[in-house]
C-alpha cells in the first residue's frame, strides 16, 4: 500500500460544480497534512493546510479524519481557473522532516 | 518577502556526463532547505533534506548527491548521469519553526532530460 493515496482522477467538470477529492494515508501517527496546487509543468504552491477542526478558505474546504486516515478537499462553485493538479501532502511522524507526496489528482473545469 | 531561485531552468545532458543544479533563497535565515524529483506524470520525491549548513539527509539511496555549502545554497549534483535521472528536479524550503514539517515553498524547477 502507498503511503498516500489519492483519487486517480482526472476529474472533469463544468464550471460552477462542486467537486471532492479524497486522499488516504497509511501512517497512523502523521502529524501535517496539506493540498497543494501545481499548474502544468510548473512548481507546487500552497492552496492550504489542513488542520484537525477542518478549515475553510474560500470556495476551498479541507477535512481531516484521523479515524480513518484520509484528508479531503472540496471546492465548491469551480472555476476555470482551477484546472490543474491538487497534490495531497502527508508528514508521516514527528520530528522528521520526511514528507510524502500523492501522485496529485487532474482536475479539469470546463466552460 | 523571501524568494527562491534555482538554476538552470532547463537541461540536456548525455549519460554518464556530470550534473549540478543550484538553488538559493533569499530573505529569510536558516531555512529547512529540500530536493525533489518529479518523474513525468509522477508525483513528487523528497531526495534530500537539510537542516543546516553541512547537514544533509538523504531519503532515496542513489547516484546522486546533494551539499549546503552556506546557509541559503543548497547543490544538488551528480558525477555520472543515468537516463532515469530525467526529471523536473525542485528546490523548496521551509521556515525553521517549532514544528517538524511547516509549508514548503518550491522554486521553479529544474527540467533535465538525460539522452
Known amino acids: 500500500r502507498k503511503e498516500v493515496e489519492q483519487d486517480p482522477g482526472p476529474f472533469n467538470v463544468p464550471e460552477g460544480a462542486t467537486v471532492a477529492f479524497n486522499c488516504t494515508y497509511s501512517?497512523?501517527?502523521?502529524?501535517?497534512f496539506f493540498w497543494y496546487r501545481q499548474d502544468c509543468r510548473k512548481e507546487p504552491k500552497l492552496l492550504m493546510s489542513?488542520?484537525?477542526s477542518g478549515n475553510e478558505d474560500g470556495r476551498f474546504t479541507a477535512q481531516l479524519n484521523r479515524a480513518s486516515q484520509y484528508i479531503s478537499l472540496l471546492i465548491r462553485d469551480s472555476k476555470l481557473s482551477d484546472s490543474a493538479t491538487y497534490l495531497c501532502v502527508v508528514t508521516p511522524d514527528t520530528g522528521g522532516f520526511k514528507t510524502i507526496f500523492g501522485a496529485g489528482t487532474r482536475l479539469f473545469v470546463k466552460a | 518577502s523571501q524568494t527562491i531561485h534555482q538554476w538552470p531552468a532547463t537541461l540536456v545532458q548525455p549519460v554518464g556526463s556530470p550534473l549540478s543544479l543550484e538553488c538559493t533563497v533569499e530573505?529569510?535565515?536558516?531555512?529547512?532547505l529540500y530536493w525533489y524529483r518529479q518523474a513525468a506524470g509522477r508525483g513528487l520525491q523528497l531526495l534530500f533534506y537539510?537542516?543546516?549548513?553541512?547537514?544533509i539527509s538523504s531519503e532515496v539511496p542513489q547516484n546522486l548527491s546533494a551539499s549546503r555549502p552556506q546557509d541559503r545554497q543548497f547543490i544538488l549534483s551528480s558525477k555520472k548521469l543515468l537516463l532515469s535521472d530525467s526529471g523536473f528536479y525542485l528546490c523548496?524550503?521551509?521556515?525553521?519553526?517549532?514544528?517538524?514539517?511547516?509549508?514548503?515553498?518550491f522554486g521553479p524547477g529544474t527540467r533535465l532530460t538525460v539522452l
Open positions: 501512517n497512523s501517527a502523521s502529524q501535517s
Open positions: 489542513v488542520y484537525s
Open positions: 523548496a524550503w521551509s521556515p525553521t519553526s517549532g514544528r517538524a514539517v511547516d509549508t514548503q515553498y
Open positions: 530573505g529569510t535565515s536558516n531555512p529547512n
Open positions: 537539510s537542516v543546516g549548513i553541512g547537514q
